[in-house]
């Protein structure tokens, strides 16, 4: 259905109000077109920058249906991409390492636990074997404390043993003494004599 009339409408991207001509309404409807949000002076303009797309990084001219970057500046991200990539791998492998130095180092570290805590109930063993011979040395002086009266009763008596030898040796000493002054002065002969008178008394 054609329009009769001209009609006014607000412009979507710069909100200014357009006129749209009875000439153009009618033209939009023979193409099957809704009738244009735009006015004239942006529907020129964004059809101009449809056509000349430049590029996003350097702004250089593209043609049109391109991509968003030149060649150059694709190239370029590509690079910088691929060396990031490159980087991050680095990171990972450094971090990789270091875990593994990680866990080795925890390895050695049970390790030396296990050894300190070997080390620690042998030491312990050692603590209670000493412990019980401490208490065997305790109750032997114990047990001596309750044998020191036989001791001192059997000291007591090889004392008295010994001052009875020592007068036993005085008294030997001392007839020794006597018998060699009674005979010092007595020949050969006359003991010889004394000892037949004395053989003979006892054969009678």
């Known amino acids: 259905m054609l329009k009769d009339a001209d009609i006014n409408l607000t412009c979507r991207q710069c909100g200014k109000e357009f006129v749209l001509t009875r000439a153009e309404q009618e033209f939009y409807e023979l193409k099957g077109f809704s009738l244009p949000s735009r006015c004239k002076k942006c529907r020129s303009t964004r059809q101009t920058q449809l056509q000349h797309l430049v590029c996003s990084q350097c702004g250089t001219e593209l043609e049109k ?17 691929e060396q990031k990539t490159k980087q991050i791998k680095m990171a990972a492998s450094a971090t990789r390492t270091k875990l593994e ?25 050692e603590v209670n074997r000493l412990s019980e011979d401490l208490d065997k040395v305790q109750q032997f002086y114990a047990a001596a404390g309750w044998l020191q009266p036989a001791l001192d009763d059997i000291g007591k008596r090889l004392g008295d043993l010994e001052h009875a030898q020592r007068e036993i040796t005085s008294k030997m000493l001392q007839t020794i003494r006597i018998m060699q002054e009674r005979y010092e002065n007595i020949s050969l002969l006359e003991m010889i004599k004394r000892n037949l008178r004395q053989s003979l008394k006892e054969g009678a």
Not at 65 to 81: D, I, K, M, Q, W
Not at 107 to 122: D, G, I, N, S, T
């Open 101 to 125: 130095a990680s866990e080795s180092q925890k390895a050695e570290l049970a390790e030396l636990l296990r050894q300190k805590e070997q080390l620690v109930a042998e030491l312990e063993g």
């Open 65 to 81: 249906g391109t991509s968003l970057y030149c060649t150059a500046c694709l190239e370029s991200a590509h690079l910088e991409l």
